[in-house]
């Protein structure tokens, strides 16, 4: 089983499967040939970025990242002004201080090599690294960067032999495969969604251990909207968009629309879009579950939940809440949009976030479901085209939409009179399928939709 904290994860801006994973990436690549006593003495690195890392990598930050992972900055300490000029500093002096090992030449034009002509057949987002002692190469490996911020080498990916599954380690005091299985055990020992996954979390750590990193959790998100409402400017990136959520915000406090019934959308569309800008602008932010849809979440916990007072024991029912329902679509899909298209980032944090508020209002189990299932059945087929591979053009309204619609599908689940005909693991199989048909256009390679509509300045 997944941990709520696999789901949540720290890190920088802009997306989490093109800037966090390849910065775990070039950590993991030292750490295992430092451990194959092979660091000491090279002369050279080069990294290559294939597929959706080559082809939306410059604007998702992914060589930055790189250099990062190698320099040894980790994604949830990582002060985001620090890491820009590190960066800078290498990109000028050419010269890279190699983590744990020495400092060498390294010039980024030359020595990251981005090649979206090579569309990887295990995972779109592949990355190779290698070292070379003078000419030879004495150390390379591939990997995979599979969304959320979570990555595998190839080997980890391969689909595990029968046998093999048998003598997989159990994590959890409740195994569960799907949303089926999960609101079985809940029936059987008269649990909600919530206590099973704190029951699981209860593996890692002590209860109060739990409490605190989710309270981490959530001030990292709620720092995140401060830092948007606040910031004002252009976005990185050359696409001149303007951050809109600090002039909202001022507008919203001076309540010209005090009345109007619709300032419910204005609250969550500025909660969204502040996580958002700061997220394209390499701020710090919570994976929720990816970099891409890291507002939606937030939004709607700060609307319901820390308004005017931090409710806590809400707050944690609404994350772990969340998270287990991300964990269904991590291990029976994917959350990378590389491989689903924006419905496996916007569409699962839509369905989290629903399932979340659902539990906060008293939801039963079926409900808290049938929140999920409406959250994700109205993202079905939501393409990914981000304009000038920047996680700005359609990523920031986006989540704001996605935030209004994640609250509509748990209004229509606690109200449903009736049981509901599609379940959560029809609608997590749907996405999956979908995301397969799905043309490689629409899965974060910039080469369809807006991306290619949307004339860049
Ligand atoms: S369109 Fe969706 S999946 Fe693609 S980069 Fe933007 S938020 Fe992520």
């Known amino acids: ?197 704190l029951a699981n979390e209860d593996e890692f750590r002590s209860r109060e251990q739990t409490r605190e990193k989710l309270y981490n959790v959530w001030a990292a998100m709620r720092d995140c909207i401060d830092r948007g409402l606040r910031t004002e400017g252009v976005l990185p990136g050359g696409l001149q968009v303007a951050r809109r959520a600090p002039a909202l915000f001022k507008k919203l406090l001076n309540a010209p629309m005090a009345n109007e019934r619709e300032q419910l959308f204005d609250w969550l569309n500025v909660y969204a879009m502040a996580v958002n800008e700061e997220n394209a602008a390499g701020g710090r932010v919570v994976t929720a579950p990816t970099n891409g849809a890291a507002g939606i979440i937030p939004a709607v916990l700060k609307h319901y939940c820390a308004l005017e007072e931090e409710n806590l024991p809400q707050i944690r029912k609404f994350l772990v809440t969340a998270a287990g329902i991300g964990m269904l679509y991590k291990q029976r899909a994917s959350i990378s949009g590389a491989e689903m298209g924006c419905q496996g980032e916007v569409g699962v944090a839509c369905s989290m976030a629903a399932a979340g508020l659902a539990a906060v209002w008293g939801g039963t189990n079926d409900q808290i479901e049938h929140a999920a299932e409406i959250g994700m059945e109205h993202n079905l087929g939501l393409t990914c085209d981000p304009v000038g591979g920047l996680v700005q053009i359609p990523c920031i309204e986006r989540n704001a939409i996605g935030a209004v619609k994640a609250v509509n599908a748990a209004r229509l689940a606690v109200n449903a009179s009736h049981p509901h005909k599609v379940s959560l693991d029809q609608v997590i199989e749907t996405m999956r399928q979908t995301g397969l048909d799905m043309s490689r256009k629409y899965k974060e390679t910039s080469e369809g939709g807006l991306a290619v509509n949307v004339i860049e300045c």
């Open 1 to 197: 089983m997944l941990s709520v904290f696999d789901v949540f994860k720290v890190g920088i801006g802009p997306s989490s499967s093109h800037t966090i994973g390849p910065m775990r990436i070039g950590a993991r690549f030292l750490s295992e040939a430092a451990d194959a006593g092979v660091l000491g003495g090279v002369s050279r690195v080069k990294v290559d970025l294939h597929g959706s890392l080559a082809l939306t990598g410059i604007g998702h930050g992914s060589d930055k990242a790189a250099i990062l992972g190698l320099m040894g900055f980790e994604p949830d300490s990582v002060d985001p002004d620090e890491a820009d000029a590190a960066v800078a500093r290498v990109r000028n002096e050419k010269r890279l201080q190699l983590t744990g090992g020495p400092e060498l030449d390294f010039d980024p034009a030359r020595d990251i090599d981005l090649r979206g002509d090579i569309i990887p057949e295990i995972h779109p987002n592949e990355m190779r690294l290698f070292l070379f002692a003078g000419d030879d190469c004495v150390f390379d490996q591939t990997y995979y960067s599979v969304g959320g911020g979570f990555i595998a080498s190839a080997v980890q990916l391969a689909k595990p032999a029968e046998n093999d599954m048998i003598n997989l380690p159990q994590r959890g005091k409740y195994q569960f495969g799907s949303a089926a299985e999960l609101i079985s055990i809940c029936r059987e020992n008269d649990l909600q969604i919530y206590d099973v996954i």
